[in-house]
C-alpha cells in the first residue's frame, strides 16, 4: 500500500513534470504537442552535420541539405560565433543531427505526413539530435523546432542548446494552416514574397494563398492570353511564369503550398484591359461578360497555364463580392440573359459552377468564397471547400451540408483589419460548435487574410507579423496545449516577435494595434 | 589622419578621353544634364517605354538613345593595382544577383555570346590601399557602349582610383540595368552612357539609434546594405543612451546590464562584425557616446556613475571614476571602430542633478566652478580624451553654441537644432556636419520627401574656404518610436532625398522645379529599393511611414 502510494505520487509528480501545459521556461512557437526537458546544457560544435544513416529519403532535390543549411544561417546570423574548443568536454557537444526519413518521396500534397519527432539526449559521444519523421516535411518543421532551441550564450559566444534532454513529438493540429495575399492592389516584388515565405515556415503555416489578379491589377503573365498582363500596373509591376514557378518551388522547398487564386466573376475588371471583350461595356466594367462564351474560354486558358505552375491540389476560384447590375444594365447581357430564362442570381450561379467545371477539367479542387455556398450551397461541386469570410458561424452550416471549409472570418483573421489584435486572432477557434467527429474533420483548416488595399512592400511584414504568428499555433498546436486565456502565453509569443525581427523580418510590436509603431523606447521582448 | 590616394595617371586620363572622343564621333549621343522624360508617372504603363533612372544622379552624364541587351553570362572583371580586391570581387557577385534576379534559371533562348550586346564589364582600380577614411577617393567613371567593331572601348568599363570608387560604380552600372518584361532579358536603355562621377561632400550619413530600440545585427546589415544603394558612406551608431547601454566593453563589464535584455546586446565580435560588412560596401562607422547627459543606463552597472540613485543624469562630473570609464571605453572602442571620427555627444545636457547633489555641489565649489563650467569641463576632457587615443572629436552643437573658444579646434560641429549654425562654426574656423531637425530629423514624420531634397548644407555659406569646412551632412533616425519593424521605411525614400543633396553637384540637382527634375527618379528608387527588398514608404505621403492610401502602383504612389 504505502508502496503504491509512493508509485502514483511519483507518477503524478512524473505528470505534473511532462504533462504541465505550458512548459514554462520552453519558448517554442508554435507550441509542440509534447516536450519533455531537463536542464543539461550543450554546445554546437564547429562542424555541426547532417547525419542521415538509415534514411529511406535520397534528397535528389537537396530539400533536406538545404533546409539544413538555412538551419545554421538563421542560428548563426545573429552574433559572431566562437568555435574555438580548447577545454570543453566532447561529450559536451552536439555534433549535428541525425535525420531518418522512413518515406522516399517528396511530394508536397495537401494532407502529407508533418508529423515529426525530435530527441536530443544530454550526452553522447558523438552526439547528435535525433530527428524522426514520416517525409521530409515534417522533418522541415522539426529543423525550425530545433533552431528556437539554439541559443547565443554571451559569455562563451558559443551556439548552445540548454534544456537537455529534450524530447518532443509534434504534429499539426489542420492540415490547411494559410496565409493569404494580395498582389493585385499593390505589387509585391519577388523579395517581398519570398521573405513571407521563409517567415510563415518559422510559424509551421503551410498555404501561401496567392491572391494574384482583382480588379486593380493583373501582374501575371499568362501565355495562352498573353494580353491580360496588359492588365498590370506597370512594366516592372508584372511577375513572368518562371518568376511564378520560382515562387512555387522557393516555397515547396519549405513544406509551403501555393494556392493560386482566379477571382470570377466578380473581381476581375484588370482583365479587360487586355482583352475589352470581356467587360459588359467599356462603361460598365464588372463583372465579367457571363454571356460570352471568350470569357469562359480565357477562364479556360488561365487555368490551363495555372496548371502548369501551380501543383497544388486546389484552385481558387473566388466568387465574392459579385454585384451583378452591369449584366442587368448591359442590353446585350439583358437579352442573353432572358433567352437563357437566368436571372441576375442565377447567372451568377451559372458562372461560378462553370468555372467550377472548367477548374475540375484541369485537375483541380475548387475553393470558393462562402457567398456561393450562401446562395447556391447544394448547387456547388461537392468536393468544393467553402472559404469563409464574412463572419463566423459559417463552418456550422457549411459542414453540416456535408462540404469542407477553411475559416478565415474577417472579424478576427484579416489582418487588414488593424483593430484584429493578437489575442483576438489567437482565441478564435475553427471548430466552434461544431462537436460531431466527422464534421469537424470537414473543417480543413484556416487561413489568415494580408488585403492590400493599405499594404505595399513597404509595410507587408508588419502587417502580417506578429498577428499571424497567433492563428499559427491555434491552427498547429493541439487544443490541450492552447491557452484559454491568451494573455499565459503573451512572454512566449513576445519571444517569437523578438525572433522574427532577429531573422530579419519586420515583425510589429505585440501591445499596438496592427502593425503601428512602438509607443516609446523599450525592450522588444515587453512591447 | 586622412590619406592620401593616388590620383589617375594624366597620361592614361588623356588616353581615355581621346577614345571617349573618337566613340563620341561614331555613335550619336544625346547630351542631357536632366534625364528626359521626367514628369508623367504612370510612364511605365506605356509600352515604348525604356528610360533610366539613376539615383543619386551622377554630376555628369551624357546618354543615346539606343537599348542593348545584357549577357546572363555577363563577365566581370578587375583590372589595376587594385584588381585583386576582395571588396570588390564581392561587390560584383551582390551585383550581379541584383541584375539578374528577374531571370530564369532556365536557358532557353540563344545562350551564344553574339546574341548580347554586352557580354563583359571591365573594373580598373588604381590603387590597391583598401583603407578606408574620411575623403576617401569615391570618383569612378563608367561608359557603356556597344561592341559593334566600331567602338575602341569596347562594352562597359568602369574605373576608379580607389575600390570605393569602383562600389559606387558598380552600383550606378545595376541602376543602368533593367529587366525588360517583353523580351525576359536584362536590357540597357540610353545607351551609350559615359559618367563622370564624384561625391560632392565627403560624408553622407545616416544616424542609427539602437539604445531606444535595439536592432538585431540582421537588421543593422539590413540597413547599411540600403544604404549603398544610395551611396551613403557614414553610418553613425548612436550606440547608447538613457535607455539602454547595448554594447560589450570588455574593460568594464558590468556596463552592458544597462542592455534591455540578455539578448539585446551587442559583443565587441558583434559590432567589428558590422564594422567590417559596412567597409565591405565603402560605408565607415562612426561611434558614439553621448556624455555627459545621455548616458543613464550605464549607472545600471556602476551606479557610481550616477550623481545619486535618485538624480542619474549627467554623469558624476566629480568622479575620477566617470573619466576612468570613459578612457576605458573609447580604449576599447578603439579596437572596433578604425574610422577618424568618433562622435562624443555632449547634447542637452541638463545639469540640475548636479546641483541637487550634495557631494557633487560641494565639489563644483572646491572647483569653483559653476554646473556650466563644470559641463564644459567634462566635454573638453572627453575630447582630451577622445584625442589621445587618436580620435577626431565630433560633438553635437550645443558644445559650439555654449563654449567654442575652448572646443578643441579640431572638433567637427554637428549641427541639429535649426539653420545657421554651420555657418557661424565654420567662420570660426570649425568643421561641420549639417543635420538640421527641421529638415533632417527621420524621426520628424511631417517632413515630407522634398524638405529633405530642398535642404541644402551649404546654405548661409559663400566663402569658398568656408564651404570647404563643411564635410557634408546626416539624417538622423532617432528610435523613440522606431524599432526593427519600421526602422526602414521610416528611413526610406527620405534618406535618398537627402543621399542626393550629399552626392550630386548642386547644378545637376536643382532644388527649383523638382517635381520635374526628381519625383518621378525618386518615385522610381523607392520602387527599386523594394524589388530589392528594402520596405521603403510610398514617396507623397503627407506623413512618413505610413501606409499607402489605397491601391495603386508603386511608381504613382
Request: aromatic share 12%; charged share 20%; with cysteine.
Amino acid at each position: 500500500m504505502i508502496w503504491q502510494t509512493i508509485f502514483l505520487g511519483l507518477m503524478l509528480q512524473l505528470i505534473l513534470v511532462i504533462g504541465a501545459k505550458y512548459p514554462k521556461n520552453i519558448n517554442i512557437w508554435p507550441m509542440p504537442e509534447s516536450v519533455e526537458y531537463g536542464n543539461q546544457t550543450l554546445t554546437i560544435s564547429k562542424d555541426f552535420n547532417l547525419k542521415v544513416d538509415g534514411s529511406k529519403y535520397k534528397d535528389k532535390s537537396s530539400i533536406l541539405k538545404d533546409s539544413f543549411t538555412r538551419l545554421l544561417d538563421v542560428v548563426t546570423s545573429n552574433n559572431v560565433i566562437e568555435y574555438n574548443f580548447g577545454k570543453v568536454d566532447q561529450s559536451n557537444l552536439l555534433q549535428g543531427i541525425h535525420v531518418v526519413i522512413l518515406s522516399e518521396d517528396d511530394q508536397l500534397q495537401y494532407g502529407v505526413d508533418e508529423s515529426y519527432k525530435l530527441n536530443i539526449l544530454s550526452k553522447g559521444n558523438p552526439n547528435y539530435a535525433y530527428i524522426e519523421a514520416a517525409t521530409v516535411y515534417g522533418t522541415l518543421h522539426a529543423m525550425q523546432t530545433f533552431s528556437q532551441l539554439c541559443h547565443f550564450n554571451l559569455h562563451t559566444r558559443k551556439l548552445i542548446v540548454s534544456q537537455t534532454p529534450i524530447s518532443i513529438t509534434d504534429r499539426p493540429r489542420f492540415s490547411y494552416r494559410g496565409l493569404h495575399i494580395d498582389t493585385s492592389r499593390h505589387y509585391q516584388p519577388l523579395p517581398m514574397i519570398k521573405k513571407v515565405i521563409d517567415s510563415m515556415a518559422y510559424a509551421k503555416l503551410n498555404v501561401l494563398h496567392w491572391h494574384i489578379v482583382d480588379e486593380q491589377s493583373f501582374p501575371l503573365e499568362i501565355p495562352s492570353f498573353p494580353k491580360l498582363w496588359n492588365g498590370a500596373y506597370s512594366r516592372p509591376e508584372r511577375y513572368t511564369v518562371a518568376a511564378a514557378a520560382d515562387i512555387v518551388s522557393y516555397a515547396q522547398r519549405r513544406g509551403i503550398n501555393v494556392l493560386a487564386e482566379l477571382d470570377v466573376p466578380g473581381h476581375a475588371r484588370s482583365w479587360g484591359i487586355g482583352y475589352p471583350a470581356l467587360w459588359p461595356s467599356k462603361t460598365c466594367r464588372e463583372p465579367l461578360d457571363v454571356s460570352n462564351d471568350f470569357t469562359f474560354e480565357l477562364i479556360n486558358g488561365v487555368l490551363s497555364d495555372f496548371s502548369k505552375i501551380f501543383k497544388f491540389r486546389f484552385v481558387h476560384l473566388g466568387g465574392d463580392e459579385v454585384d451583378t447590375s452591369c449584366w442587368k444594365l448591359t442590353p446585350r447581357i439583358q437579352k442573353w440573359l432572358k433567352n437563357k430564362g437566368l436571372n441576375e442570381s442565377t447567372a451568377y450561379e451559372y458562372f461560378v459552377l462553370r468555372a467550377q467545371k472548367i477548374a475540375l477539367s484541369h485537375g483541380y479542387e475548387v475553393i470558393n468564397w462562402e457567398e456561393t455556398f450562401n446562395h447556391f450551397g447544394s448547387k456547388l461541386d461537392r468536393k468544393t471547400v467553402v472559404h469563409n469570410w464574412l463572419g463566423g458561424g459559417v463552418a456550422e452550416q457549411v459542414v453540416k451540408a456535408g462540404l469542407r471549409c477553411i475559416v478565415s472570418n474577417q472579424d478576427k483573421w484579416y489582418l487588414d483589419h488593424l483593430d484584429n489584435d493578437w489575442q483576438q486572432v489567437y482565441m478564435n477557434e475553427p471548430l466552434t460548435n461544431i462537436t460531431n467527429p466527422e464534421q469537424q474533420k470537414l473543417v480543413i483548416g484556416g487561413e489568415v487574410c494580408a488585403w492590400a488595399e493599405t499594404i505595399d512592400g513597404s509595410n507587408i511584414e508588419q502587417t502580417i507579423w506578429p498577428r499571424a504568428a497567433a492563428a499559427a499555433e491555434r491552427l498547429w498546436t493541439h487544443p490541450d496545449k492552447l491557452a484559454k486565456d491568451p494573455n499565459e502565453v503573451t512572454s512566449r509569443i513576445a519571444n517569437f516577435r523578438c525572433l522574427l525581427n532577429q531573422r530579419g523580418v519586420a515583425a510589429a510590436p505585440l501591445d499596438v494595434p496592427g502593425r503601428a509603431a512602438p509607443i516609446g523606447p523599450g525592450s522588444c521582448y515587453v512591447q | 589622419m586622412p590619406t592620401r590616394f593616388p590620383t589617375i595617371n594624366p597620361k592614361s586620363l588623356h588616353f581615355f578621353f581621346t577614345i571617349l572622343t573618337i566613340c563620341l564621333h561614331l555613335t550619336p549621343i544625346i547630351n542631357s544634364r536632366t534625364i528626359r522624360r521626367i514628369g508623367s508617372p504612370s510612364y511605365l504603363s506605356s509600352d515604348d517605354s525604356s528610360v533610366t533612372y539613376l539615383w543619386p544622379l551622377p554630376s555628369n552624364f551624357t546618354s543615346g538613345n539606343e537599348t542593348l541587351v545584357v549577357d546572363p553570362n555577363l563577365s566581370i572583371s578587375v583590372s589595376g593595382n587594385g584588381g585583386s580586391s576582395v571588396i570588390v570581387r564581392e561587390a560584383i557577385a551582390r551585383y550581379k544577383t541584383i541584375i539578374f534576379k528577374h531571370v530564369g534559371s532556365s536557358k532557353s533562348r540563344g545562350t551564344s555570346n553574339s546574341d548580347y550586346d554586352v557580354n563583359k564589364v571591365t573594373v580598373i582600380v588604381h590603387s590597391d590601399d583598401e583603407e578606408l577614411q574620411l575623403g576617401v577617393d569615391e570618383s569612378y567613371t563608367l561608359l557603356v557602349a556597344k561592341n559593334n567593331g566600331l567602338s575602341i572601348i569596347g562594352e562597359v568599363t568602369i574605373e576608379a582610383n580607389t575600390v570605393y570608387g569602383a562600389l559606387r560604380g558598380l552600383e550606378t552600372f545595376s541602376q543602368l540595368c533593367s529587366f525588360d518584361y517583353g523580351t525576359k532579358t536584362v536590357q540597357l536603355y540610353n545607351a551609350p552612357w559615359f559618367i563622370t562621377d564624384k561625391p560632392r561632400f565627403e560624408f553622407r550619413g545616416l544616424l542609427l539609434d539602437t539604445s531606444r530600440h535595439y536592432y538585431p545585427i540582421d537588421i543593422i546589415k539590413q540597413i547599411i546594405e540600403s544604404m549603398s544603394y544610395a551611396k551613403l558612406n557614414v553610418l553613425h551608431w548612436h550606440i547608447i543612451d538613457e535607455q539602454s547601454f547595448p554594447l560589450e566593453v570588455p574593460a568594464y563589464p558590468k556596463l552592458w546590464k544597462g542592455a534591455y535584455r540578455k539578448w539585446e546586446r551587442y559583443t565587441v565580435e558583434d559590432a567589428s562584425e558590422i564594422v567590417n560588412f559596412a567597409k565591405m560596401r565603402g560605408i565607415n562607422v562612426m561611434a558614439e557616446i553621448d556624455v555627459p547627459g545621455h548616458a543613464e543606463s550605464w549607472g545600471t552597472g556602476y551606479p557610481d556613475l550616477w550623481p545619486s540613485s535618485t538624480c542619474r543624469e549627467p554623469l558624476d562630473v566629480s568622479k575620477n571614476f566617470t573619466f576612468d570609464v570613459l578612457s576605458g571605453i573609447l580604449q576599447d572602442m578603439r579596437d572596433i571602430f578604425p574610422f577618424e571620427l568618433f562622435h562624443l555627444g555632449g547634447d542637452e545636457v541638463n545639469t540640475d542633478c548636479w546641483n541637487d547633489t550634495p557631494h557633487v555641489k560641494q565639489w563644483l565649489q572646491d572647483m569653483n566652478m559653476t554646473a556650466k563650467d563644470a559641463y564644459r569641463y567634462f566635454v573638453i576632457k572627453a575630447q582630451e580624451i577622445a584625442i589621445s587615443k587618436n580620435w577626431t572629436p565630433v560633438n553635437w552643437e550645443e558644445t559650439f553654441n555654449t563654449f567654442a573658444e575652448k572646443l578643441n579646434p579640431n572638433t567637427v560641429v554637428h549641427n541639429w537644432l535649426g539653420p545657421g549654425v554651420c555657418p557661424k562654426a565654420v567662420a570660426q574656423g570649425f568643421k561641420c556636419i549639417y543635420s538640421n531637425q527641421g529638415v533632417w530629423y527621420l524621426d520628424h514624420l511631417d517632413v515630407t520627401w522634398d524638405g529633405f531634397y530642398d535642404a541644402e548644407p551649404l546654405e548661409g555659406i559663400t566663402d569658398s574656404v568656408e564651404q570647404k569646412l563643411v564635410i557634408g551632412g546626416e539624417v538622423c533616425m532617432w528610435s523613440e518610436t522606431a524599432d526593427p519593424s519600421n526602422v526602414q521605411q521610416t528611413i526610406w525614400p527620405r534618406a535618398a532625398a537627402a543621399a542626393e543633396r550629399l552626392w550630386t553637384s548642386k547644378e545637376a540637382a536643382p532644388t527649383s522645379n523638382t517635381s520635374e527634375t526628381a519625383l518621378t527618379r525618386l518615385h522610381y528608387f523607392r520602387c527599386l529599393l523594394t524589388r530589392r527588398g528594402v520596405q521603403a514608404s510610398p514617396v507623397t505621403n503627407l506623413y512618413a511611414r505610413s501606409p499607402p492610401i489605397g491601391p495603386g502602383s508603386c511608381y504613382d504612389q
